[in-house]
């Protein structure tokens, strides 16, 4: 990727020295500006690069490069600033969102320009090489079945760790969210911006949230949309907070399956039909599009295909080829495409969230324990692929540099929080949990899918367009309709196949 216009921001920013955790000094907006040049790969769209302290800490110390981009608001006369972007993680390229166009409304994108950019560690930005081999490795071992397995996974994290360490010049140990919420603060100086005015969805939530608990008096407008909580206290809590919602999605696709004769199990118990599916997923009798299909990945596909309506219709035929012939047909024909074998991968996850969550357990047995008691209490999903974050830090060395602690920011700031109550992945008890610690309004949207705005809710869309466009703060405690499309019709924007063969770790 083309990085022109490299601006460089650690003396501009000598005075943004964080004192604390919880106190940051103010620091006067630049006016020389960034040097914006039009992306090689979508000419659309202008990239730069900021150059930032690797350390905020330490910010007369070594550098590391942020990648922006920018789509210029649709209508110039209407043109209100810019509202910067990030799409979650970790691992998520604000730079891709814009030239996407995947983030916010119509409205938001004709009235403000879009700034979208590439945290620490990411992409474009300076970034976090792995070992591909040694990640795939890894990732293989979240989910282990006894003790030997559960040791393995202690140790290649710890050889992922290392690995990353020595290939990455440094940015492992500063690629926590404390350390982006002081690059955003950077894109708004560079930007001369006074005040900033933020979108973030997902994980991006995270960094917003830190933002405004380190500069909350140059907040202008933000929206955080399927919120983290970061007070949450264990692993435990982390993995039943992540199951409850998949179990309902489930119970909710199985009622409508049941009784509609647009699904192939139309008339038939179909929790009886998934956990005859599942024995044959643990049997290892599955495939899908030619790969075993194991317990691990059928489960990260019913995440997907029961919390978006769209696909519960295909999940019923899903379902029922799988249990009848051991194989299912793909939603759709795969794509042929020859990508050549990488020895390095682009691989944050270690380097964020240990130093941003570091869930741990002690030992396989109380990691079994858990996930017992998920079968127990969810017994028709029994687990999801987000539970694996759990294990993403076992074996990990050193403590947390952004350690979990409740939300708390000035009652001032203009924030506005939306949840999604059948959301899979920032569940809504999270939102709920984010917004009062923080006393923030929340929108609720009481519909399927993760994260909302932008994405097919008038009423969502009119409430924050309202915010980012007027000012008007939503009421506090707004609820929105469902808005969801009849299973099976097509979704306002695309979502990527909901069938993973094996494990995988997904992004917030």
């Known amino acids: 990727m083309e990085h022109p216009g490299r601006l460089i921001i650690s003396g501009l920013l000598g005075g943004a020295v964080v004192l604390s955790t919880a106190t940051a000094v103010q620091a006067a907006p630049n006016e020389e500006g960034i040097d914006w040049r039009a992306c090689a790969d979508e000419p659309a769209a202008d990239c730069a690069e900021l150059e930032v302290p690797l350390d905020w800490d330490d910010p007369e110390g070594p550098t590391t490069t942020i990648a922006l981009a920018r789509m210029s608001a649709g209508d110039p006369d209407a043109r209100l600033g810019s509202v910067v972007i990030n799409p979650g993680g ?282 017992a008691d998920l079968a127990e209490s969810y017994p028709n999903v029994e687990w999801s692929h987000y539970a694996s974050y759990a294990l993403t830090c076992n074996g990990y060395r050193g403590e947390p540099s952004n350690p979990r602690r409740p939300f708390v920011i000035d009652d001032d700031v203009p924030l506005v929080m939306v949840g999604t109550v059948n959301d899979f992945a920032t569940v809504y008890e999270w939102n709920v949990a984010a917004a009062e610690q923080a006393d923030a309004p929340l929108v609720t949207y009481e519909g399927f899918g993760h994260t909302i705005y932008g994405l097919g809710s008038d009423c969502v869309d009119a409430a924050l367009d309202g915010y980012f466009m007027d000012g008007v703060e939503p009421a506090d405690g707004l609820s929105c309709p469902p808005a969801d499309p009849n299973p099976g019709a097509p979704r306002v924007k695309s979502l990527d196949a909901p069938v993973s063969p094996g494990s995988v770790l997904p992004r917030y």
Request: overall charge negative; proline content about 4%; some cysteine.
């Open 90 to 371: 970790p691992g998520g390229s604000g730079v891709n969102a814009v030239k996407n166009e995947s983030m916010g409304s119509e409205a938001l994108r004709e009235n403000y320009d879009i700034v979208g950019f590439d945290p620490r560690g990411v992409g474009g930005s300076d970034p976090i090489m792995c070992s591909t081999d040694l990640t795939a490795e890894w990732t293989a071992s979240l989910n282990p079945e006894g003790p030997r397995e559960y040791a393995q996974n202690r140790r290649l994290g710890r050889e992922v760790q290392r690995d990353c360490d020595l290939r990455s010049s440094g940015v492992t140990r500063y690629a926590d969210t404390y350390q982006t919420a002081h690059d955003i603060e950077a894109i708004r100086i560079a930007l001369g911006e006074v005040d900033l005015n933020y979108l973030g969805a997902s994980y991006g939530t995270l960094m917003g949230q830190q933002y405004a608990e380190l500069f909350g008096d140059n907040v202008g407008s933000m929206v955080l949309d399927g919120n983290m909580d970061h007070a949450l206290p264990s692993a435990r809590e982390f993995m039943f907070s992540e199951v409850a919602p998949v179990e309902e999605n489930f119970l909710q696709f199985a009622e409508w399956c049941t009784g509609s004769e647009a699904c192939d199990l139309s008339g038939q118990d179909v929790s009886a039909v998934y956990d005859e599916v599942k024995k044959k997923a643990r049997a290892g009798e599955l495939e899908y599009a030619g790969a075993p299909l194991d317990f691990y990945g059928l489960s990260s596909s019913m995440v997907a295909i029961t919390g978006y309506t769209q696909y519960w219709q295909y999940g019923g035929t899903f379902l029922k080829q799988l249990n009848e012939t051991g194989s299912a047909d793909p939603l759709e024909p795969a794509i042929a495409e020859t990508v050549a074998a990488q020895e390095e991968t682009n691989q944050v996850m270690q380097a964020v969230w240990c130093n941003d969550f570091d869930f741990q357990t002690r030992n396989y047995r109380e990691y079994d324990a858990i996930r």
